[in-house]
């Protein structure tokens, strides 16, 4: 193991080992993105809207920039994915190479590659851009802390740690807050040490820390206000304090119906109305204002940190840890770190505070009420497991690394057990349903003399095209969803003015050019009955996948 001293012989195994790990994943699996949002921010810069817009609203402003760019010079790579994949390799081999680097010994090897095998199904499987920015975020700061321990100058290192930072910062800001957060582990642990073994040196090596950070806050702040500058027009402060008060009710819950039907009966908003809002058919800009979402969110109970709240968070976040693969990896780490960790009294204040830390984050997010969600876990999860990676004893290469990596092996097979419904023969039926959508898509793309709305539910881009599989340029321009955070933006109400559209529920009534894609056509007859023309008919142009495609009519 001689080779483990060689730095640039680390970083070449750390490159080999996570190629490899790639490869494989990518023969086993068949990637796909785990939410619609990744498609619906591509959407933004690859053109299939009919255009190449940066604003991709929750991706800072730089990274669209940098997408559509691509995009315009090469529409027939899908840069939106390749650049997270890019990402999250060199992520992934940031870590590889500080453990190698750092431990010098079989345990980083095998751990290093344990650690990875697990987030990358989680990072190049399950695709999504919360999860690379936690990803990428935890590798930086990592990667960051080794130069500062390190004491020497790594310019590559640190270049590297800057941009794999504020790459996370780029893909999702609060996830890289959080993240960051938690990262502080490693501060911590590493603090107490040179207090304790650096009693000389405490001031350079608090200068060269504080040096380091401070450079990476200079660069995220230059990154948060060229993003601010790119939404300084109306048009966008108006979105973003219309898509305020709408998350307060999509994400976070509308006031129930039944305890408060006199505030919805003085709102105009019937039952129906309210279950459509809800299942995020939302675009009536007469019917559902900024106005009267307020008035809807200051009619929500107000949330209050109580003792109940305090155990009805313990009844049952932490049970729905045993959900998560990371955390499993979490708990495979800290067995690790029984047997081959450091355990001085500044490792288990390091990790008191970690878990601390953890547990305040999941505190926070259930009192919000948007706890347990997986893309967001990801990141959590693996800033805690470096912490524990950090804190592994260093240079000892004895029979118990083998014994381990024996141990682990059974682990790794089992995991395929676990993952088998993404085993990329077990997921053709999907791949064939894609290219039936496929169709469809083309089909409406190649009728020019309609504009189509589309209710939540029906068109769905992620579930049409493959991580992998280029969008046509243009596919979607005359498609506009009744819902999604997409929905309303400037370029959204830009394109439906010049078709003659102002409000897409009113303007669809007595429309030749309109058709409206519905799989549950009674409620919208109903909502327009009841606020536009009682007597609106759909007449059913023709039927596809499970929906149908109508033009709604006026009655005699």
């Known amino acids: 193991m ?42 933004f810069a690859n053109g299939a809207r009919g ?17 559509a760019g691509l995009y315009r010079v090469a529409g027939s790579v899908v840069w939106a994915f390749v650049l997270q994949y890019f990402v999250l390799f060199c992520s992934f081999t940031a870590i590889a190479y500080v453990m190698l680097c750092r431990l010098k010994n079989q345990i ?17 499987v399950h695709l999504q851009f919360t999860k690379t920015a936690g990803i990428a975020t935890a590798a930086g700061v990592f990667l960051l802390f080794y130069v500062i321990e390190s004491e020497k100058t790594f310019r590559k290192a640190w270049i590297a740690g800057y941009l794999l930072t504020c790459a996370g910062f780029m893909y999702r800001m609060q996830q890289f807050l959080v993240v960051f957060a938690l990262m502080s582990g490693i501060g911590v642990f590493w603090l107490f040490n040179v207090i304790r073994d650096r009693r000389g040196r405490i001031r350079p090596m608090l200068l060269r820390c504080a040096g380091v950070f401070a450079g990476l806050a200079i660069l995220i702040g230059g990154l948060f206000a060229a993003d601010r500058l790119a939404y300084r027009s109306q048009g966008w402060q108006e979105y973003f304090e219309y898509n305020k008060q709408l998350t307060e009710l999509i994400d976070y819950g509308f006031p129930d119906y039944r305890e408060n039907r006199s505030t919805y009966k003085e709102l105009g908003i019937n039952r129906n109305a309210y279950l459509l809002y809800r299942r995020w058919n939302y675009a009536d800009t007469e019917k559902f204002t900024p106005e009267i979402m307020r008035s809807l969110v200051e009619r929500k109970p107000e949330k209050h940190m109580s003792l109940q709240t305090i155990k009805d968070f313990l009844l049952e976040v932490p049970p729905g840890f045993l959900k998560r693969f990371c ?29 601390l830390l953890l547990g305040a984050v999941y505190l926070y997010l259930y009192y919000l009420g948007r706890y347990l969600y997986n893309r967001v876990d990801v990141g959590l999860w693996i800033a805690a497991i470096l912490l524990l990676l950090w804190m592994f004893r260093p240079g000892d290469s ?4 083998k014994l381990g990596l024996l141990a682990f ?17 077990n997921t053709e039926p999907k791949a064939q349903r894609m290219q039936e959508m496929r169709t469809v898509l083309t089909d409406i793309y190649e009728d020019t003399e309609h504009i189509y709305l589309a209710k939540s539910g029906t068109i769905s881009y992620s ?12 596919i979607a321009q005359n498609v506009f969803s009744l819902g999604g955070w997409p929905t309303l933006t400037p370029w959204y109400f830009e394109k439906l003015e010049s078709a003659g559209i102002d409000n897409p529920y009113r303007d669809m009534i007595g429309n030749d050019k309109v058709y409206l894609i519905d799989q549950d056509i009674d409620s919208t007859l109903k909502y327009l009955r ?3 023309d009682k007597t609106v008919r759909a007449n059913l142009i023709r039927e596809c996948s499970g929906y149908g495609i109508y033009q709604i009519e006026r009655g005699d």
């Not at 023969?27 to 959407?43: G, I, K, Q, S, W």
């Not at 980083?108 to 190049?124: K, N, P, Q, R, T």
């Open 2 to 43: 001689a080779w483990l001293h060689d730095e640039r012989k680390c970083i070449r195994f750390a490159f080999l080992m996570n190629s490899v790990i790639l490869v494989s994943l990518l023969v086993l699996f068949r990637p796909v993105a785990e939410t619609n949002d990744d498609m619906a921010l591509a959407m």
């Open 51 to 67: 255009f190449y817009d940066a604003h991709l609203i929750y991706s800072n402003y730089l990274l669209g920039c940098i997408l």
């Open 108 to 124: 980083a090897i095998w751990l290093s590659a344990v650690v990875i095998y697990f987030f990358a199904y989680e990072g190049y």
């Open 327 to 355: 955390f499993w990896c979490f708990l495979l780490v800290f067995a690790g770190w029984l047997f081959w960790g450091i355990h001085t009294g500044n490792a288990f204040a390091a990790l008191i505070y970690e878990i």
């Open 398 to 401: 004895s029979f118990t690394n």
């Open 409 to 425: 092996l059974p682990v790794l097979c089992l995991t395929q057990a676990v993952w088998k419904d993404s085993w990329r023969w």
């Open 463 to 474: 579930a049409c095209y493959d991580v992998f599989e280029a969008m046509p340029v243009g």
């Open 530 to 532: 009841k606020y536009y």
